[in-house]
């Protein structure tokens, strides 16, 4: 059984959006939290549970790379707006995991659907058969 496969990297992106919504629902209530910030952030999270599941439905590698991109670079907005809060300690420690852990699903889901198909593998190939 393979150690990555989309739904694994699907859920974990899913876990990840998660954990940075229980940030910003901490870091809500923190004086000098933005509000619009705060919107902006909740609205970055949204989008990243929607890539996730899609994601977690792609059927070829034409249809995956595109949701990779877009997760990558909604973790990266959504770190970078946190960044401009005052996270209390224990929040800041989530942020910096998803800042180390981010980097590694986002490759482990460009092994699984790489943007260059595998010669003989054409552009539509199915995943996880």
Same mark, same amino acid.
């Given at each position: 059984?393979?150690?990555?496969?989309?739904?694994?990297?699907?859920?974990?992106?899913?876990t990840?959006?998660?954990?940075?919504?229980?940030?910003?629902?901490?870091?809500?209530?923190?004086?000098?939290?933005?509000?619009?910030?705060?919107?902006?952030?909740?609205? +970055?999270?949204?989008?990243?549970?929607?890539?996730?599941?899609?994601?977690?439905?792609?059927?070829?590698?034409?249809?995956?790379?595109?949701?990779?991109?877009?997760?990558?670079?909604?973790?990266?907005?959504?770190?970078?707006?946190?960044?401009?809060?005052?996270l209390?300690?224990?929040?800041?420690?989530?942020?910096?995991?998803?800042?180390?852990?981010?980097?590694?699903?986002?490759?482990?889901g460009?092994?699984?659907?790489?943007?260059?198909?595998?010669? +003989?593998? +054409?552009?539509?190939?199915?995943?996880?058969?």
């Open positions: 059984m393979p150690m990555f496969t989309p739904e694994s990297v699907a859920n974990t992106v899913a990840i959006a998660n954990e940075l919504n229980s940030v910003v629902q901490t870091t809500a209530t923190q004086a000098g939290a933005n509000p619009e910030l705060v919107n902006q952030i909740r609205q +970055g999270i949204d989008g990243l549970r929607s890539a996730a599941s899609a994601l977690g439905q792609a059927e070829s590698t034409s249809a995956a790379q595109p949701i990779l991109q877009r997760i990558g670079a909604d973790i990266n907005a959504v770190l970078g707006a946190l960044a401009m809060l005052p209390p300690p224990q929040a800041a420690v989530i942020v910096r995991i998803v800042q180390v852990l981010a980097p590694t699903i986002i490759a482990a460009s092994i699984l659907f790489p943007a260059t198909p595998m010669p +003989g593998a +054409g552009d539509q190939t199915q995943v996880g058969a």
